[in-house]
């Protein structure tokens, strides 16, 4: 019998638990899940609810925004790239273009795409005129991007690849000696595309209990119960509670065409640093098409602008769970989604963004 997530709720209000429970999911639909269904609200108040690397755009490094910025400004080149990338800011003198919007204000060609195919369908209308792609995104949007790749792409199309792996970030908080989370919920679309197996080592090495959720109330609930079931029994495991569409190694085609076109890397985290092995980089064979290496003195201005980060901008320290959105200095004050300093307050999967909107403890 499937149960409704009232039951659920039931469920877990029905458990003892012993004290304290923080709960961290890396995935920015959970998080928008979580705070506009209020479940902080409805659940015991032992549970803590902990927004983590679940954004993209969050994460995407200052100096390849700065570097989209400068490709976007020139004439001869069209910028396309993921309509939530357009707002980010960087931090430069407010006489300076800030983002991919102001640049498109000031004359520059930037064109928010929805999807791969339409960043190729702008090189094939253009075909005399340098069209840059700038595609930031975990395995999910990495992987359409990839495919966009192995299917071939016109010769003027180059792309911008700030592609990152979401367990690295999880793997370099479960060993740094301060976790700040008792249980994990795993993101469900990342699951789906690579197979659950990476999340294993959660439960087996770092004996942290762990649940892969879907994106509704209840598949979240499910997720909840389970891994507070878990922490009472000592037993942690990696449950996968979104069956339905996470199966054993994923999708094999996905994977497939990510390690056809792309090698693991090191990467760069926005506030953050370098994690090992957490991003996405084209293979040699796909370098006339590198917009790094085809335009390499812009490589360079962005690469001048490493670690860089607005004053004031707590974005790391939310990306990381280690404070809530609204404990930044300046959540509601400075920033807000109408004059964001961070990009946890522009895109739609940011948890500043969406605590914001949502109410955020609530
Ligand atoms: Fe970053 Fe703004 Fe969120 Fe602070 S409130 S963490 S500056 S996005």
Not at 198 to 217: H, Q
Request: with cysteine.
């Amino acid at each position: 019998m499937r149960r409704s997530a009232a039951d659920w709720l039931d469920r877990i209000r029905a458990l003892n638990l012993p004290g304290k429970v923080r709960i961290m999911n890396v995935c920015g639909g959970h998080e928008r899940s979580i705070t506009r269904a209020g479940l902080r609200h409805a659940l015991p108040p032992e549970i803590e609810l902990i927004p983590g690397p679940g954004c993209p755009v969050c994460v995407c490094p200052e100096e390849d925004v700065h570097l989209a910025i400068q490709l976007a400004m020139r004439e001869d080149l069209t910028l396309a790239t993921f309509g939530d990338m357009l707002r980010v800011p960087v931090n430069v003198r407010k006489s300076e273009v800030r983002s991919l919007e102001q640049a498109r204000a000031a004359g520059a060609d930037v064109v928010p795409v929805a999807s791969p195919q339409e960043a190729v369908e702008l090189a094939r209308a253009a075909p005399g005129r340098r069209v840059v792609f700038f595609a930031a995104g975990f395995e999910t949007t990495t992987a359409p991007v990839a495919a966009m790749m192995a299917q071939g792409v016109p010769e003027n199309l180059a792309l911008l690849l700030s592609g990152r792996r979401t367990f690295p970030a999880v793997g370099m908080l479960l060993s740094s000696g301060e976790v700040g989370f008792d249980a994990l919920i795993a993101p469900g679309h990342v699951c789906t595309v690579m197979g659950p197996e990476e999340w294993e080592v959660v439960a087996t090495s770092y004996r942290v209990p762990a649940a892969i959720a879907g994106f509704d109330s209840e598949s979240l609930l499910v997720a909840i119960h389970s891994v507070l079931r878990q922490t009472l029994e000592g037993r942690p495991r990696l449950d996968n509670c979104y069956p339905a569409l996470v199966q054993p190694g994923g999708n094999p085609v996905a994977r497939r065409l990510l390690s056809e076109v792309m090698v693991v890397t090191d990467a760069a985290w926005r506030g953050i640093g370098t994690i090992a092995a957490s991003g996405y980089a084209l293979r040699p064979a796909f370098a006339v098409h590198d917009a790094r290496k085809v335009l390499p003195d812009h490589a360079e201005a962005g690469r001048r602008r490493i670690g860089e980060m607005p004053a004031g901008c707590d974005c790391a320290a939310v990306v990381l769970g280690r404070i809530y959105p609204d404990q930044c200095r300046i959540f509601g004050a400075a920033c807000t989604p109408r004059t964001p300093v961070g990009p946890c307050m522009v895109s739609d999967e940011g948890a500043c963004r969406i605590w914001w909107s949502g109410g955020g403890r609530s």
